[in-house]
């Protein structure tokens, strides 16, 4: 099976031949600990268009956005379950704590986020804007979270530890 792990200037020349006449879709995460909530939210963003492009943050920036103990999974792993998923058709990383500099590279048909954000307090809705690319909100479930899960996780363990006690 051909990987759909790239490097951003690998999918920069991918951009030229292999996605003339189609609509690249572009979405961003952390992606920690992938639930259904990612995998709903994927396979609604693939329903945009024709190829899903997921930028996945680097460990550093996942650090500097969610604290120390995160990330859980390192990025090599992170990348490797996406490019698994059936909704994804590329995958990518990035240093930045914002997608900015993707968006302005990639250059895609359509961005998305989760519902969770709004034009006004998204970071990247400028360069969005400044590129000419749609911007899309995706409702999500709001219950389903990585650091929900990592919260029960922790509880769940606490309690067991009373119970030892």
């Known amino acids: ?65 969610k604290g120390e103990g995160r990330p859980i999974i390192p990025l090599k792993e992170r990348l490797e379950v996406l490019a698994a998923l059936e909704a994804v058709d590329l995958v990518t990383s990035f240093s930045a704590v914002t997608c900015e500099k993707v968006i302005d590279n990639i250059r895609p048909d359509i961005y998305v986020k989760g519902g969770d954000y709004t034009r006004d307090t998204l970071p990247e809705s400028e360069i969005v804007s400044q590129v000419g690319a749609k911007l899309e909100f995706i409702n999500i479930d709001e219950n389903q979270s990585t650091t929900k899960i990592i919260k029960k996780i922790i509880s769940s363990r606490n309690q067991e530890d009373e119970v030892i006690q």
């Open 1 to 65: 099976m051909k990987s759909k792990i790239y490097s951003l200037p690998e999918i920069k020349k991918l951009k030229l031949p292999e996605l003339k006449d189609k609509t690249l879709i572009l979405t961003n995460g952390c992606f920690d600990l992938l639930h259904i909530g990612h995998v709903q939210y994927l396979k609604a963003a693939k329903k945009l268009g024709d190829v899903l492009l997921v930028a996945v943050n680097s460990d550093n920036s996942v650090r500097k956005l």
